[in-house]
């Protein structure tokens, strides 16, 4: 299995939470959004979160036929810190 992992954007915790809110239909001024985003922002908090990454990861099955023993890994930042 080869694999190419490109991470075009990374977002603030709190710029994060606040897209799924508005993403998934809640308003991001109700009691609801702000108590799931305290959620939200708390485990970040907990867990060291600084940032999420944005991008996508593509997976090929090289099979046994390639000749190859080990797989090709390629990781790619396109984002600005």
């Known amino acids: 299995m080869d694999a190419w992992f490109v991470q075009r954007e990374v977002a603030d915790p709190a710029l994060y939470v606040g897209t799924w ?3 998934s239909g809640i308003d991001p001024a109700s009691p609801a959004a702000r108590h799931d985003a305290e959620q939200w922002l708390t485990w970040f908090d907990s867990h060291q979160v600084e ?3 944005f ?6 099955n090289t099979g046994s036929a390639a000749g190859r023993t080990e797989p090709t890994v390629l990781c790619r930042t396109c984002a600005r810190r």
């Open 55 to 60: 991008g996508f990861i593509t997976l090929r």
């Open 51 to 53: 940032g999420v990454g």
């Open 21 to 23: 809110l508005r993403d």
